[in-house]
């Protein structure tokens, strides 16, 4: 992996976080692809399969949200050819429903590259349950 894809495809998850944080729809149409095989799990929430069904979870989750907030930490890229990857836990504070709550989600996001730079085709994000298993 060059430098400059590695700065990008930081750049590019960023965004995403940036346009999740924002609750900005808009943003978020341009940090996907909007293909038929982009995927996304939420946590607690079945597998969202096409740009159809992902954007009105975006839609859904951003109506019902006053506010986001993410700390990014261990984040980890990995890039092949067209296709990359970014680990990363998600430390979120959130207000929804007026309810404020703070969780730690573990989420991959894989990149594909288009024209256009590298756009998100999968996220996948859990809640973290518990300590690693021990060595």
Same mark, same amino acid.
């Not at 859904?60 to 907030?69: G, K, P, Q, V, W």
């Given at each position: 992996?060059?430098?400059?894809?590695?700065?990008?495809?930081?750049?590019?998850?960023?965004?995403?976080?940036?346009?999740?944080?924002?609750?900005?729809?808009?943003?978020?149409?341009?940090?996907?692809?909007? %293909?038929?095989?982009?995927?996304?799990?939420?946590?607690?929430?079945?597998?969202?399969? %096409?740009?159809?069904?992902?954007?009105?979870?975006?839609?859904?989750?951003?109506?019902?949200?006053?506010?986001?907030?993410?700390?990014?930490?261990?984040?980890?890229?990995?890039?092949?050819?067209?296709?990359?990857?970014?680990?990363?836990?998600?430390?979120?504070?959130?207000?929804?429903?007026?309810?404020?709550?703070?969780?730690?989600?573990?989420?991959?996001?894989?990149?594909?590259?288009?024209?256009?730079?590298?756009?998100?085709?999968?996220?996948?994000?859990?809640?973290?349950?518990?300590?690693?298993?021990?060595?």
């Amino acid at each position: 992996m060059s430098p400059g894809d590695e700065a990008a495809l930081e750049e590019a998850n960023a965004r995403f976080y940036r346009a999740f944080e924002a609750l900005d729809l808009a943003e978020m149409d341009k940090v996907w692809l909007h %293909g038929a095989h982009v995927k996304c799990v939420h946590p607690g929430w079945p597998l969202l399969v %096409g740009w159809e069904a992902v954007r009105q979870s975006w839609e859904a989750i951003f109506e019902n949200t006053a506010e986001m907030r993410f700390t990014i930490t261990d984040v980890a890229v990995v890039a092949r050819a067209e296709l990359a990857w970014v680990t990363c836990t998600e430390n979120i504070l959130s207000e929804v429903d007026g309810r404020l709550s703070a969780a730690s989600v573990l989420a991959t996001n894989l990149f594909e590259r288009s024209r256009d730079g590298w756009r998100l085709a999968l996220h996948h994000a859990s809640h973290v349950l518990g300590a690693a298993p021990a060595e």
